[in-house]
C-alpha cells in the first residue's frame, strides 16, 4: 500500500511568487493535517480536512495560506504572495476513520525555502 | 505558547547505552501521547504511543513510561544502536475535536558504534 506523498520534496522561491504543495494521503483515509516545522522548532498543526471539509482551520498563520481538498482525495496548500517567514518544512498526514483517534500516518514533507 | 516541552535537544549515546527523552505537558485533556520517528529526508513515523490509563508500555526495545499526576512522559531506548540514530518527536492530542497533534520540539539522537 503506497503511503502519503507529497510534492514538491523541494522548493526554491523568492519573496512575493506563489508556491503551490500537494499532498496524496493514503488511499480511503478520511483524515487530512497539514503540518509545518520551522528550523530547530516544534512541528505545528496547520489544518484539518474530514473528507472534503475544512474541520479546523486553526493553525493557519494568515490570508496568504489556502488549502484545498478537491473531492476529498488529495489537497493542496498555497502560499501567496510567500514571505522569508514562510519558509520551513510542510508535512501532510491521514489517518483513516474521522470518528476515531487513529495513527497519523506522515508524508515526507516538502521543504519551501523562500529567499 | 508551548504546550508541550522536550528535552533534551540533543543526546549522544554509546552503543548498548539506554537513550532517554522526556517530556512534559500542560493541558490535562490530553489523553494520547505518540512518539513519531523520523530519518532524514523521510517523514516521522509512529514509534509507540501510551493513553493516560496506563503507567508504561513496552515494545521491544522502547518504552514510554507516564506520570499522569507529573504531567510527564518520558521514551527509553534500551540497547541504543547506531540505526537508532534519528530525530525523535513527543506529541500529545485530546480524544474529542481534530485529534491534530501538538509536537515537542524532538530531539536528535546519535548512537555511537
Known amino acids: 500500500e503506497a503511503g502519503v506523498t507529497q510534492f514538491p520534496s523541494h522548493s526554491v522561491i523568492e519573496k512575493g511568487q506563489t508556491v503551490t504543495l500537494r499532498c496524496d494521503p493514503i488511499s480511503g483515509h478520511d483524515n487530512l493535517y497539514w503540518y509545518r516545522r520551522v528550523m530547530g522548532k516544534e512541528i505545528k498543526f496547520l489544518l484539518h480536512f474530514v473528507k472534503e471539509s475544512k474541520q479546523d482551520e486553526s493553525g493557519m498563520p494568515n490570508n496568504r495560506f489556502l488549502a484545498e481538498r478537491t473531492g476529498g482525495t488529495y489537497s493542496t496548500l498555497k502560499v501567496q504572495p510567500a514571505e522569508l517567514e514562510d519558509s520551513g518544512v510542510y508535512f501532510c498526514?491521514?489517518?483513516?476513520?474521522?470518528?476515531?483517534?487513529?495513527?497519523?500516518?506522515f508524508g515526507p514533507g516538502t521543504r519551501l525555502l523562500v529567499l | 505558547q508551548q504546550q508541550v516541552k522536550q528535552s533534551p535537544q540533543s543526546l549522544i549515546v554509546q552503543k548498548g547505552g539506554i537513550s532517554i527523552i522526556n517530556c512534559a505537558y500542560e493541558?490535562?485533556?490530553?489523553?494520547?501521547f505518540p512518539w513519531y520517528q523520523q530519518f532524514p529526508g523521510k517523514g516521522p513515523a509512529l514509534l509507540i504511543a501510551?493513553?493516560?490509563?496506563?503507567s508504561e508500555k513496552k515494545e521491544g526495545r522502547f518504552t514510554i513510561s507516564f506520570n499522569k499526576s507529573a504531567k510527564q512522559f518520558s521514551l527509553h531506548i534500551m540497547d541504543s544502536q547506531p540505526g537508532d540514530s534519528a530525530t525523535y518527536f513527543c506529541?500529545?492530542?485530546?480524544?474529542?475535536?481534530?485529534?491534530?497533534?501538538?509536537f515537542g520540539t524532538g530531539t536528535r539522537l546519535k548512537v555511537l558504534a
Open positions: 501510551i493513553r493516560p490509563d496506563v
Open positions: 493541558n490535562t485533556a490530553f489523553d494520547y
Open positions: 506529541a500529545a492530542s485530546m480524544a474529542s475535536g481534530t485529534y491534530k497533534y501538538i
Open positions: 498526514a491521514s489517518s483513516q476513520d474521522w470518528q476515531l483517534q487513529e495513527t497519523q500516518y
